[in-house]
Each structure stands twice: as structure tokens, then as C-alpha cells.
């Protein structure tokens, strides 16, 4: 079965510092990968997708992602947080039909952007 | 192009009631899934309809079910509604069944249902 782990449920930066929130998968497949936005009371917004082309993903708002398959991770990254980046990540994985569902959602990580 | 609706965004019902929510997808689409999100459980899948038939369930009692219109439209409902169905119901569509592919979803605003 396949299953995503966000290591943080919680991280919290100072504004114009990096970003790095740790999502690991277990896939039996060769994964999609995508993280998901949520701004309070708002619905979810792709932030980027991994679909077994390059290893490196650039998204939305300067966020990018690295696969690494050897580790079975899927970091989210962004060089310099803003105050508008405070919101909950989610670590998605595609079960591609199986049991589970389509989309398999980690727990979220909410992130805080101190001034 | 429009994005993904959802109708009501609000809720309040009581329980043993029944409730029947609305999700138009973006136009184009005809994959429309369905999640459940409580701070509990996290999200969770409900299902997913792809030309009017669903092709993919997840762990919910049968008291959740919905169905998909010739236009892609979709509704879930859930019957004899307990305090354990409060929550954020998202609503999200795509291209293609996404069950079987790596189409991004795109998310609706969500129903946040309150039963009393």
C-alpha cells in the first residue's frame, strides 16, 4: 500500500529565510508526487508535481522539489519565506487506482511566518 | 476559465438529517472527486465519478454516496448524519480519471458541514 509521511506537522521561519518542509512516501509504484497549499478557510492549490520526468521540480511561488528516489523523499523548498507563505503543505502521492484511493494525503505541515 | 464551485459553503444540520451537496468542475473536466477533511483523519477520499459512473471508492460507510450528471456536475450526499460528519467536504476536478493517471486535481473552496 502505498502511503505519504510529513516528518513536521508543524515549522516555523522568519520572513526572508528557507524554507524546507520533509515529506517521505512508500510506493509500490513508481509514484506522482504533488504538493498542495491551504490558505485558512480556502480550497487546495497545486503547488508543484512530480510525474517520473525531472528529478528537480520548480512550482508556484518559488517553490521547488527534489524526488530522490534512493531515499524515498519528496522535500518541499523555497529559498526565502514571505509572509503571504503561511499556510498548511500537503505531501500527496497518486495511488494510481489501488485501494485507497486516487490521492493519498500526508498529515500537513502548517507553516509559520514570523516577521 | 472558471475554476472549481461548491454550493452551499455553509452548513449547520442536525442529527439523523440528510444532506446533499453541489460541485460544478472546472469546464472540460470530467473527473469530479470528493474528500473529507477533519482535523482528526486529515483528508480523506470519498470518491470519484468520471462519466457518470464511479470508479472509485474509498473507506466510507454507505450512508456517502453521490453521482455525476451528463454535464459532469456532481453531488455527494450523506444520509442519517452524525456528529462525526462535521467537516470540510472538498470537491475536485480533472481532466482525466485521475485514478488512473497523474492529472492534477484542482480543488474547490469547499462545504463546511456542521451537525448538531
Known amino acids: 500500500a502505498q502511503s505519504v509521511t510529513q516528518l513536521d506537522s508543524h515549522v516555523s521561519v522568519s520572513e526572508g529565510t528557507p524554507v524546507l518542509l520533509r515529506c517521505n512516501y512508500s510506493?509500490?509504484?513508481?509514484?506522482?508526487l504533488f504538493w498542495y497549499v491551504q490558505h485558512p478557510n480556502k480550497g487546495l492549490q497545486l503547488l508543484l508535481k512530480y510525474t517520473s520526468a525531472a528529478t528537480l521540480v520548480k512550482g508556484i511561488n518559488g517553490f521547488e522539489a527534489e524526488f530522490k528516489k534512493s531515499e524515498t523523499s519528496f522535500h518541499l523548498t523555497k529559498p526565502s519565506a514571505h509572509m503571504s507563505d503561511a499556510a498548511e503543505y500537503f505531501c500527496?502521492?497518486?495511488?494510481?487506482?489501488?485501494?485507497?484511493?486516487?490521492?493519498?494525503f500526508g498529515k500537513g505541515t502548517k507553516l509559520s511566518v514570523k516577521p | 476559465k472558471a475554476g472549481v464551485t461548491q454550493t452551499p459553503r455553509y452548513l449547520i444540520k442536525t442529527r439523523g438529517q440528510q444532506v446533499t451537496l453541489s460541485c460544478s468542475p472546472i469546464s472540460g473536466h470530467r473527473s469530479v472527486s470528493w474528500y473529507q477533511q477533519t482535523p482528526g483523519q486529515g483528508l480523506q477520499f470519498l470518491f470519484e465519478?468520471?462519466?457518470?459512473?464511479?470508479?472509485n471508492k474509498g473507506n466510507f460507510p454507505g450512508r456517502f454516496s453521490g453521482r455525476q450528471f451528463s454535464n459532469s456536475r456532481s453531488e455527494m450526499n450523506v444520509s442519517t448524519l452524525e456528529l462525526g460528519d462535521s467537516a470540510l467536504y472538498l470537491c475536485?476536478?480533472?481532466?482525466?480519471?485521475?485514478?488512473?493517471?497523474?492529472?492534477?486535481?484542482?480543488f474547490g473552496p469547499g462545504t463546511r458541514l456542521t451537525v448538531t
Open positions: 465519478y468520471f462519466s457518470e459512473t464511479q470508479r
Open positions: 475536485a476536478s480533472s481532466h482525466g480519471l485521475a485514478a488512473k493517471s497523474s492529472y492534477e486535481q484542482y
Open positions: 510506493s509500490s509504484y513508481s509514484p506522482s
Open positions: 500527496v502521492v497518486s495511488d494510481h487506482g489501488g485501494s485507497q484511493g486516487n490521492l493519498i
